[in-house]
């Protein structure tokens, strides 16, 4: 059941698990929608599928197998036709609503779940539940929102048909000192009014919404987010 190569194997699924942070990690600071937990299940995934295809099956062309002189392998083979098959799983529990993707966590623990079983159905059950381990503890763990985690969301506001003189920098004002980091982007001039439109940049902390940034325009205008 355990061997001692098997910890080398599971130091390869933390190593895979440690990049697929680290890409999820600059994906989340560009505030896009598959982050850390996404990242980390398919480079484990990726990573238990590949550990499968290697060396789960040295043991039906061992010497003293009775049909092994005849058996001859591809395991190649085994990783991309289930990996294949499962993505057609996966793709069925993403969705589109409102410029919001939701279901990509839970497609890719589908993924690596489909890895789990590789293993353990070729007879590494140590890597496997170790596996199984790795991704529920993360999956538990990642979904507390620790600030070490929480990342600057930047976001576009357009704010058009205003009226008041000086409202750029009162609006400035206002951000900075809610703690908002805000730049202009561009200010133009309505032809047919006597309003002025303003794009701003903004990188907004976790803590602030949407609706906090509305309450500080109390003019009348129109908003957009982008």
């Not at 999820?24 to 480079?43: D, Q, W």
């Not at 069925?92 to 293993?119: D, N, V, Y």
């Not at 140590?126 to 993360?138: E, R, T, Y």
Request: with cysteine; net charge positive; hydrophobic share 45%.
């Amino acid at each position: 059941m355990f061997e001692p190569i098997q910890i080398e194997y599971l130091l390869r699924l933390f190593a895979a698990a440690v990049c697929g942070a680290v890409i999820g990690f600059e994906r989340k600071n560009r505030s896009k929608e598959a982050g850390i937990r996404t990242h980390c299940l398919v480079a484990i995934g990726a990573a238990l599928m590949m550990i499968v295809s290697k060396y789960a099956f040295f043991d039906v062309i061992k010497p003293g197998f009775k049909y092994a002189e005849n058996i001859k392998l591809d395991p190649s083979r085994v990783a991309s036709n289930i990996a294949n098959g499962i993505g057609f799983l996966g793709a069925g529990m993403i969705f589109i609503q409102k410029r919001t993707i939701t279901g990509l966590t839970t497609a890719a623990g589908i993924w690596a779940t489909s890895g789990i079983g590789m293993a353990i159905g070729g007879g590494m059950y140590f890597i496997g539940i170790c596996a199984s381990v790795i991704v529920l503890l993360m999956q538990i763990f990642l979904h507390r929102g620790y600030k070490w985690l929480e990342m600057p969301v930047h976001r576009v506001v357009s704010v058009k048909n205003v009226d008041k003189d000086g409202f750029n920098e009162d609006f400035c004002a206002r951000c900075e000192k809610m703690g908002v980091s805000v730049s202009l982007s561009s200010a133009s001039k309505n032809p047919d009014a006597d309003t002025k439109n303003y794009v701003y940049k903004m990188e907004l902390s976790p803590k602030v919404d949407e609706e906090e940034i509305l309450k500080l325009i109390p003019y009348e205008c129109s908003i957009k987010f982008d």
